[in-house]
């Protein structure tokens, strides 16, 4: 951001994956809201039954990290950059609802304060970043989480691959919308958005490792209760 | 539920949200992910402007040091966030529906 040049600044910032308006169509936006809305229910549901008290502070500390680290862009190949969603991260360290709840607060402040991701897209966004991405993240490393038996890194294996797939198929969903709003049809959409995301989805795993690897140094107690612990 | 008696917790993580700010003048400002595709795939120009603009792009307007600005926008909106998602937490603690009453686990799954 500091060696931006003027053109640029004319233009629209659209991070990695945040829909600006006019990409998204009526329809689009408004099944994006309420698909959004749906599943925040259900979210706020689940994490009214089951939350802990310790997921409170967590759930601000990570939302907190997360608007943080999503401003971080760094390069990938072929002039673009990527940064950091943060789902994943969120749903292994908080469980999918709280972290579903958690990224919907980050999303709707860089939309609403920091004009990052439009308005009407902020259904379409929500639902992206913080349903699909939060969903995927969980599913994967619960599942590879099971064969931590095996070793102490397939921990770091599992969030790895959760954050690249997570990644992965937000950018899938943000793909299908751009097609359904005729912005771009499918057969283009998909492979440039699915082939963008590989890349950026390495720096997504590589971060997430990173700042589980950190949260077990420091305060494994905080994992504890969210890894299903295999040697007992 | 005290928020206070996690201060440690919140203070380091909120910390560390911070100093990762100060990092935001380094960031790549090449077009990301959906911008590239755009840009190649020719819907770029499809994108329209915010009707209003808060701290666009990150960075406080009136400073005109634009990595301070960045800086000080980041460190923003990391206690905004933190605020919004601390009070939806502290609500939906207090209005849990106490499936199980216990003060410090609580798996969710």
Same mark, same amino acid.
């Given at each position: 951001?500091?060696?931006?040049?003027?053109?640029?600044?004319?233009?629209?910032?659209?991070?990695?994956?945040?829909?600006?308006?006019?990409?998204?169509?009526?329809?689009?936006?408004?099944?994006?809201?309420?698909?959004?809305?749906?599943?925040?229910?259900?979210?706020?549901?689940?994490?009214?039954?089951?939350?802990?008290?310790?997921?409170?502070?967590?759930?601000?500390?990570?939302?907190?990290?997360?608007?943080?680290?999503?401003?971080?862009?760094?390069?990938?190949?072929?002039?673009?950059?990527?940064?950091?969603?943060?789902?994943?991260?969120?749903?292994?360290?908080?469980?999918?609802?709280?972290?579903?709840?958690?990224?919907?607060?980050?999303?709707?402040?860089?939309?609403?304060?920091?004009?990052?991701?439009?308005?009407?897209?902020?259904?379409?966004?929500?639902?992206?970043?913080?349903?699909?991405?939060?969903?995927?993240?969980?599913?994967?490393?619960?599942?590879?989480?099971?064969?931590?038996?095996?070793?102490?890194?397939?921990?770091?294996?599992?969030?790895?691959?959760?954050?690249?797939?997570?990644?992965?198929?937000?950018?899938?969903?943000?793909?299908?919308?751009?097609?359904?709003?005729?912005?771009?049809?499918?057969?283009?959409?998909?492979?440039?958005?699915?082939?963008?995301?590989?890349?950026?989805?390495?720096?997504?795993?590589?971060?997430?490792?990173?700042?589980?690897?950190?949260?077990?140094?420091?305060?494994?107690?905080?994992?504890?209760?969210?890894?299903?612990?295999?040697?007992? | 539920?005290?928020?206070?008696?996690?201060?440690?917790?919140?203070?380091?993580?909120?910390?560390?949200?911070?100093?990762?700010?100060?990092?935001?003048?380094? *960031?790549?400002?090449?077009? #990301?992910?959906?911008?590239?595709?755009?840009?190649?795939? !020719?819907? @770029?120009?499809?994108?329209?402007? /915010?009707?209003?603009?808060?701290?666009?792009?990150? *960075?406080?307007?009136?400073? #005109?040091?634009?990595?301070?600005?960045?800086?000080?926008? !980041?460190? @923003?909106?990391?206690?905004?966030? /933190?605020?919004?998602?601390?009070?939806?937490?502290?609500?939906?603690?207090?209005?849990?529906?106490?499936?199980?009453?216990?003060?410090?686990? !609580?798996?969710?799954?």
């Amino acid at each position: 951001m500091a060696m931006i040049d003027p053109a640029s600044l004319e233009s629209i910032e659209a991070p990695a994956m945040h829909i600006p308006d006019g990409f998204v169509s009526a329809p689009v936006a408004g099944v994006g809201f309420a698909l959004a809305g749906v599943a925040i229910g259900f979210a706020v549901w689940r994490a009214n039954r089951t939350i802990g008290e310790r997921f409170v502070p967590l759930m601000g500390v990570m939302a907190a990290f997360i608007f943080a680290a999503q401003m971080l862009n760094f390069p990938v190949a072929g002039g673009t950059s990527g940064h950091m969603v943060g789902g994943a991260l969120a749903a292994i360290l908080l469980g999918p609802w709280a972290a579903m709840i958690a990224m919907t607060s980050v999303v709707a402040v860089q939309a609403l304060v920091f004009q990052d991701g439009g308005l009407a897209a902020l259904g379409a966004n929500v639902f992206n970043m913080a349903v699909v991405a939060c969903l995927v993240g969980y599913v994967v490393y619960t599942v590879l989480i099971r064969f931590s038996h095996i070793a102490p890194w397939v921990r770091y294996v599992a969030a790895f691959a959760a954050a690249w797939f997570a990644v992965e198929l937000a950018a899938v969903a943000c793909s299908i919308e751009l097609a359904l709003s005729d912005t771009s049809p499918l057969s283009v959409a998909l492979p440039a958005m699915v082939g963008v995301h590989a890349a950026i989805g390495v720096g997504e795993g590589l971060i997430t490792v990173a700042a589980v690897a950190f949260v077990t140094a420091t305060r494994p107690d905080l994992l504890a209760a969210q890894v299903p612990v295999t040697e007992d | 539920m005290k928020l206070q008696h996690y201060l440690g917790l919140l203070v380091v993580g909120i910390g560390i949200a911070v100093l990762i700010t100060f990092f935001s003048p380094l *960031a790549s400002s090449e077009p #990301d992910g959906l911008e590239k595709v755009a840009e190649n795939e !020719g819907f @770029i120009k499809e994108a329209k402007d /915010a009707p209003y603009e808060v701290i666009a792009d990150y *960075a406080l307007p009136w400073v #005109d040091n634009e990595d301070v600005g960045t800086i000080l926008g !980041g460190i @923003i909106g990391v206690f905004i966030v /933190a605020a919004i998602t601390l009070a939806a937490g502290v609500l939906l603690w207090r209005l849990r529906g106490a499936q199980r009453p216990t003060s410090s686990g !609580g798996e969710p799954s």
